[in-house]
């Protein structure tokens, strides 16, 4: 489901690898360079919540330890 949704927000492309023995191919994908760009944004936005929730935590443990 995510898979699909990634190519029909062509984020991704996908193709048909050859099987290597018995069974059907496999679908491969890989990201566009559109894909690459939300990836990174992604990765930069999850930096800024990890910074919001470490300096959260080292206030809420402050706080726990002056009970």
Do not use: M
């Not at 191919?25 to 999850?46: I, P, Q």
């Amino acid at each position: 489901r995510v898979l699909r949704r990634l190519e029909r927000d062509h984020l991704a492309v996908s193709d048909h690898a050859e099987s290597e023995g018995r069974g059907p191919s496999r679908k491969v994908y890989r990201l566009t360079d559109e894909g690459w760009d939300a990836l990174c944004w992604w990765s930069e936005n999850l930096k800024g919540v990890s910074e919001l929730i470490d300096t959260f935590q080292k206030r809420y443990e402050s706080l726990e330890r002056k009970k």
